[in-house]
């Protein structure tokens, strides 16, 4: 049946496309990276907003370049910053970063204030990982989920529709006991 195949294809395409998602989240995570969504437009247009950023932790920061993104926290210790790396001094350790948007460089940053080097970036999977944790974002996953459930459920409330169908056209046609006697 038409309603079933579609069903199928369906059910299909969205688990790929979920497993593909996960996969993209989780993967560099057991490789060792961070991630961490963009929230400001300050590194546009090389990442944009709504971009997931996979950050590799870096023990010496020493190592980094001008021309390399790096990521570090904030004085407040808890805001982390990726822009890029403008200049390196050793003997001070410090470093200076700006945003690829910003018409101006940040302050000089410790090299302990260096979480890591910006690897990669992936566009729009950050607006997954910022809104799951509101309350719309769970109403959405929830959907999602009871719409994989259904599209799966589909097919066999169609099949035991129509062996109901079956079983009544069956009885429908077989003589009742009384036609039989007579």
Request: glycine content about 6%; some cysteine; charged content about 20%.
């Amino acid at each position: 049946m038409i309603v079933k195949r579609i069903c199928n294809i369906l059910s299909t395409i969205m688990v790929l496309l979920l497993a593909a998602v996960a996969a993209v989240i989780l993967v560099p995570m057991l490789m060792g990276y961070k991630e961490m969504a963009v929230l400001s437009g300050s590194m546009e247009p090389t990442i944009p907003v709504g971009s997931i950023v996979y950050v590799k932790p870096l023990d010496d920061a020493s190592l980094l370049e001008p021309g390399d993104i790096c990521t570090y926290v904030l004085a407040d210790g808890k805001t982390m910053v990726t822009h890029r790396v403008i200049s390196v001094d050793p003997e001070s350790q410090t470093l200076v970063t700006q945003g690829d948007a910003n018409s101006s460089p940040d302050g000089a940053i410790s090299f302990d204030q260096v979480y890591g080097e910006t690897q990669f970036h992936l566009p729009y999977l950050g607006y997954i990982t910022i809104n799951a944790k509101t309350p719309k974002g769970i109403m959405a996953i929830c959907g999602v989920l009871v719409v994989v459930v259904l599209v799966n459920f589909i097919p066999a409330i169609i099949d035991a529709d129509e062996e109901d169908k079956k079983k009544a056209l069956k009885q429908a046609d077989e003589p009742s006991p009384k036609e039989e006697n007579m």
